[in-house]
Structures are given as structure tokens and as C-alpha cells.
């Protein structure tokens, strides 16, 4: 059987010693062989320090956005190819499709948040700017910068594609580079899968390094420049958070660690609602689907007592109809485990729990399986317990598999108590169409999960599952779940970056952050800042127009068209008793309007669209006969990378005689990168 290689240091390695052998989780037979024998990963990690580090530092987040994009696209072209090696892990083709697909999805999704939420630049600014001097001259900003390390990422054996993907894509959007190592007896997809990316030439060398089998001494060779990020077992990610290297140089590591999810049904949610259906239904899905090797799936289910028995039956029928057996064959809902070692490890975790509870459905020793070998291949049956919640061992023991103990409770305070028994969870969920008691259980729920799902009637179409874990959401959580954070959108970017304090002169903020700060030069010239194309226009260019003074006329003429006639506006005896106003003033949108007129360049030319203004506050009260003047500055230039045009935010500050900011906000229009 071929060798796994790994891809490290620029280039292909293979081992010298041959390898151990890695077996089709549903027939036994071997499917290829796995050794890191002979990896330099002190070269690896310096090579994607020297190598992938500056080549992905030169792009932009929008650059690497469309990277990702098309990887993305290239993955989904050979997903099929994938579908079938992913067969021998054991899972079904839905299986296959939750890990492959949702992969890919995560690299489309991180792609188009690139290119939404982060600048066309390689700085990421972070929330407003600072004062820090009564003057204005002394200011200061907070900033993100790409980690000038490596990403060592080291993912479990469930999720071969998703896994490492989901790790990947943020840390690429950050700038950062990733070497991968998957759990050994899987490893052949996630090989197969790295193949492909670095087959496709899309990604800069050295941004991506692979590791089939042992890390060695990688961890040795760590550096405050690098990370760690773990997904497995609670034991292991103890092990290795507490690695001397990982110690004694304060890297930042992140642990996604086994965790005994919970599901609560509420008490409104007896037989025959659509709360009850969706329950067993969910319940019965996170069991089964990857043959229940979810790290999000759900092992404690909570029900009333009173309804426990109704649950217990309900669920049992729908387990009843899972057909298991080789995933390839029709008909077939349930795979098997991925190899018989993780089958005897759920057996052992079995025995742990039956000394607390009973079971409801299922054989742990025993299932008919379709078309294969029930002793050759990892089946196990689905198993469904009931035991005492008063117990310690259905909070503390995992089975790793389709396993699932159902637990009565008689109130909402002692549900959530008993969800909090499993010291941090990566998942949670509440099925209920009672909002009182939704409100309750997710607020006393939420310090010991990292993500809640309410399940109800209204959302279960379009609903993605308690299991599911979403790019835009914090895949992780506290205790025993790990402690850490995955994806979560942006965030999950910045975990690869560091923040860093910024302060200075609003000038030298303007150079450093590429954005014009309040305080800095402004550039007023001949050519009107809207008659530039993008090209052409630069931070700082300004524009100051008017005075117009605003007349009772006006104010009533805008009352009139608009139909906003509010008391401040066209009642002069209401007015002069607001005691903010104290007499008629004009219209924030009025003002607005005003403002608009003064600084807009009429005739056509590169600014294509005004699409939105942002940050709008009103701050001083325009009374009849004040006499308005804006200054509009180019505060931000975003060239997009695959148009002929670009995002300008403009600051704009109207102000009256006096010099008084009477408005401040952002303006946004799109403008040509060349001229017309």
C-alpha cells in the first residue's frame, strides 16, 4: 500500500521506514500506510517562517480573500474523488458531504467576509481612534498585524477535510502560515486533500505544510511568533498546553477538546407538538450522523420527567429504522466508527455509563449491519441510556459515538444546573416554544457553552442543527470544551494577528493605519476630490463648501414634502418647551440634505454612486438663520480587486457660524479606478 506523504520544507517527503498501516473503517482492509520518519520540523517551521510569512504578507486580506475563493472552487470540482475516499473513513455519502462540503464552505464563507469586513490592505484597523490630549494632537489607534510565525495545526480523526479547513482558512486570511497534521487513521483523506491544493498551485509556496504521522520534536521548535491550535481529546490538549516550549514562550494555544453537549426539551413540548417531533428528530440525527463521532453532538438530553417515557419511545422508533452497515450501500443511514480502536474505546466509555444508567435501545456488543462485516469492520449499534442526572458519570464520561443518555428534570432551575454539570460544552441546545423559559435556560446556560441553539417551530426549516458548527459563529468553549475559539468570522482572523496600541500625532496615525484621523493634514486644491478617479484621489483630499443659511421657508418646505411634521420642526410653542431645543429647528435630515447639496460635484464623472452613509450623529441644534458649512475629506480608499471601481469613505463635518460640529458622519460612494 502507498506511503502517505508529507509536504514540508518546499517539497514532497516519504518515510524510510515503511510505515504502519491505516485500515478501511468498514472492511478492514488496508488503505495506506503513515510515517513522519525523517521530517527536519525545525526546517519546516523555519521555512514557513521564511517562506509563506512574507509571501502572504505582500497581499492584501482582499488578495488572500480571493485566494481562498478559488481554492474553494477548485476543492468543489473534486469533491467527488474525495466522496469516495471518505467512504472508508466509515462515513455515508451525507456523512462525507457534512465534512467535505461544509470545508469548502468555510473557505467560501471566510473569502467573502475578506472581502467584506477587512480593507484591501494588509493593516487591520480596530475600533475608533483614541484622544488622548485635550488639544487633539496626541492620539492613538488600535491595530492588527499578521504573526511572523507559523500556525501548527493539529486536528482529530472525525473531521478530515472540515478539521483541517476550518483552521486553515483564517489563518491564511490573517497572513499567517499553517503546517496541518491529522490524526493518524484518517489521515489519507486529509492527504489526498492537500495533494489537490498544492496540485492547484493557487496557494504561495510555503503557506501550506502537511505532516502524516508523529509530530516529533515540532513542538520544540516553537516560537511567541507561532501558534497551536488542538482538536481532540481533553487529556491530549492538557499534554499539550503544557508543553515547555509552549510554556516558556507564551504561544497562543487553542483547544477544542471533547465536551458532553446537552439538549433540553421544554415542558411546553409534550407529545404531538412540533417541539416534541424536532427533539427526538435532532435528537436522533446528532447520534447518527458520522456514526456520532461529532465533537458538537449531543451526548446528555434533558427532558421533563414527566415526558421522559414519550421521549424514550419516540426515539427509540425513529433509531429503530437507522440501517447500518458499509456506507456505500443503498440504504444505508449509519456507518461505521473510524477504526476498531475507536470502536473499543466507545465500549469501554459504555461500561462507565451503564454503572449510572439503563439502556433504552441499542446493543453494545452487538448490530446487524448491511453488506459488510460486523466484526471486521468499527459498527457499533446506536445506543440510547437512561440514568439519574444525580449521577456523576453521564456528565463526566464521553462515548465517543452514537451514544446518547436521556435525563429527566423536574424545573427550570435544576435543567440548568444539570447543563452546567458537564463542566463547558461546545454546544448546547433548547427546544421550546416557550420564550420565558427559553430566556431563562440560555441565560443560566450560556457561561458554560460556547454556542446555544433554540429550536422551535418558527426557525426548524431553516435551521442548521445542533451540530453544526458555522463559520460565522465561535466554534469552541470553556471548561473541559477546551477553553478556546474557532472561526467566529472575524474574529477567528484576528486570533492570528497581533493588536497592538498605536500612539502618536493624528498625522503619523493617518501614515501608519492608511486611514485620515481627525487632526491630520488635509489637501485643498484646484481639482473638486469627487472630479478624481481613484487612481488620482489621495487620504486627505478635502473639499469645504458653502455657508447656506437656513431659512423658516426651508424648514417648512421639508416638513411639508417629507412629511415629517414632529412638534421641534412646525410648533413653535412645543419647540421653545423642549428643553433641548428651546424654539423650531431644522431637520437632522434636512441638514443632511443641506450638506449634500454644498459638497456634491454635479457633473459626470469617476464618482459612480453615493451607497450609504454611516456613523451619523447630530450634535448641535440648527436653529432658523444658522448658516451651514461642510468639509468632506477622503478618510479611506478601497480599490476592489476584481472591478474597474473602489470604495471612498469620506468624512464629512457640517458645521454653523460659530464653528460648532452641528453633524458628523461617513459618507460612501464608489468611484472609477481610472477616469471616464
Excluded at 494588509?122 to 492620539?139: A, D, I, K
Excluded at 458649512?629 to 474597474?644: E, G, H, S, Y
Aim: some cysteine; glycine content about 10%.
Amino acid at each position: 500500500m502507498a506511503l502517505l506523504r508529507s509536504y514540508v520544507s518546499g517539497g514532497w517527503h516519504t518515510a524510510a521506514d515503511g510505515g504502519v498501516p491505516l485500515h478501511d473503517a468498514a472492511t478492514g482492509e488496508e488503505v495506506a500506510r503513515i510515517s513522519s520518519a525523517g521530517i527536519d520540523f525545525a526546517a519546516a517551521l523555519e521555512h514557513g517562517r521564511r517562506v509563506g510569512g512574507p509571501a502572504l504578507r505582500e497581499l492584501t486580506f482582499h488578495q488572500r480573500a480571493a485566494l481562498l475563493k478559488a481554492l474553494a472552487s477548485h476543492l468543489r470540482e473534486h469533491r467527488d474523488e474525495l466522496y469516495a475516499l471518505s467512504a472508508k473513513t466509515g462515513a455515508t455519502l451525507g456523512d462525507s458531504k457534512f465534512d467535505i462540503d461544509g470545508g469548502i464552505g468555510v473557505l467560501f464563507s471566510y473569502a467573502s467576509k475578506g472581502k467584506r469586513e477587512l480593507p484591501n490592505d494588509t493593516v487591520y484597523v480596530e475600533g475608533n481612534v483614541e484622544p488622548l490630549s485635550r488639544g487633539g494632537t496626541f492620539v492613538a489607534q488600535h491595530i492588527a498585524t499578521p504573526l511572523r510565525g507559523v500556525a501548527v495545526q493539529i486536528n482529530a480523526f472525525n473531521f478530515p477535510v472540515w478539521g483541517p479547513l476550518e483552521k486553515f482558512a483564517p489563518a491564511f486570511l490573517a497572513g499567517v502560515p499553517s503546517l496541518v497534521k491529522p490524526a493518524s487513521s484518517t489521515a489519507y483523506l486529509t492527504a489526498r486533500l492537500v495533494e489537490l491544493i498544492i496540485e492547484s498551485g493557487i496557494l504561495p509556496e510555503g503557506s501550506l505544510q502537511f505532516v502524516a504521522g508523529s509530530v516529533g520534536d515540532l513542538l520544540d521548535h516553537v516560537t511567541a511568533q507561532d501558534l497551536v491550535s488542538f482538536t481532540g481529546s481533553a487529556s491530549t490538549a492538557q499534554k499539550l498546553r503544557t508543553h515547555p516550549a509552549i510554556i516558556r514562550h507564551a504561544v497562543r494555544f487553542n483547544a477544542e477538546a471533547d465536551s458532553l453537549n446537552c439538549s433540553i426539551l421544554g415542558p411546553d413540548a409534550v407529545k404531538g407538538t412540533t417541539e416534541f417531533d424536532l427533539f427526538v428528530k435532532q435528537l436522533v440525527t446528532e447520534m447518527t450522523v458520522k456514526a456520532g463521532q461529532k465533537c458538537t453532538a449531543i451526548r446528555r438530553a434533558f427532558v421533563p420527567a414527566s415526558l421522559l417515557d414519550d421521549v424514550a419511545a419516540a426515539t427509540s422508533e425513529r433509531l429503530a429504522k437507522v440501517t447500518v452497515g458499509n456506507p456505500t450501500a443503498e440504504g444505508v443511514r449509519m456507518g461505521a466508527l473510524a477504526s476498531l480502536e475507536q470502536r473499543e474505546e466507545v465500549r469501554r466509555s459504555l461500561k462507565a455509563l451503564l454503572d449510572a444508567g439503563s439502556v433504552v435501545f441499542g446493543d453494545p456488543e452487538r448490530v446487524e449491519v448491511v453488506d459488510a462485516d460486523a466484526e471486521r469492520g468499527a459498527f457499533i449499534s446506536p445506543v440510547l441510556l437512561k440514568a439519574d442526572p444525580e449521577r456523576s458519570e453521564p456528565h463526566e464520561v464521553e462515548a465517543f459515538g452514537p451514544v446518547s443518555t436521556l435525563m429527566p428534570y423536574t424545573s427550570t432551575a435544576q435543567v440548568v444546573d444539570f447543563a452546567a454539570r458537564g463542566g463547558g460544552s461546545l454546544a448546547g441546545s433548547v427546544v421550546s416554544a416557550d420564550r420565558e423559559f427559553v430566556r431563562e435556560v440560555v441565560l443560566g446556560a450560556a457561561p458554560f457553552h460556547g454556542r446555544l441553539l433554540v429550536l422551535d417551530a418558527d426557525d426548524a426549516k431553516e435551521s442548521t442543527g445542533h451540530g453544526s458548527p458555522m463559520p460565522q459563529l465561535v466554534h469552541g468553549g470553556p471548561g473541559r470544551a477546551g477553553g478556546g475559539e474557532e472561526m467566529g468570522g472575524i474574529r477567528g482572523v484576528l486570533h492570528h494577528m497581533q493588536r497592538t496600541a498605536v500612539q502618536g500625532s493624528p498625522a503619523v496615525l493617518s501614515a501608519v493605519t492608511g486611514r485620515w484621523v481627525t487632526g491630520a493634514p488635509r489637501t485643498e486644491g484646484d481639482v473638486h476630490p469627487f472630479r478624481k478617479s481613484l487612481a488620482e484621489l489621495k487620504i486627505g483630499d478635502s473639499v469645504v463648501a458653502g455657508p447656506r443659511t437656513v431659512t423658516q421657508e426651508d424648514v417648512d418646505h421639508f416638513a411639508e414634502f417629507t412629511g415629517d411634521t414632529f412638534y421641534a420642526h412646525t410648533d413653535p410653542e412645543a419647540a421653545a418647551a423642549n428643553p433641548l431645543f428651546g424654539g423650531i429647528v431644522a431637520h437632522g435630515y434636512l441638514v443632511v440634505s443641506f450638506a449634500a447639496g454644498l459638497f456634491v460635484s454635479p457633473e459626470p464623472g469617476p464618482v459612480l454612486a453615493n451607497y450609504g452613509l454611516e456613523n451619523l450623529r447630530f450634535l448641535t441644534p440648527v436653529k432658523v438663520g444658522d448658516s451651514l458649512t461642510v468639509t468632506l475629506t477622503a478618510k479611506q480608499i478601497t480599490p476592489r480587486i476584481d472591478q474597474d471601481y473602489g470604495e471612498v469613505r469620506w468624512d464629512a463635518d457640517v458645521t454653523n457660524a460659530d464653528g460648532e460640529s452641528v453633524a458628523k458622519y461617513d459618507v460612501l460612494t464608489l468611484v472609477s479606478k481610472e477616469q471616464p
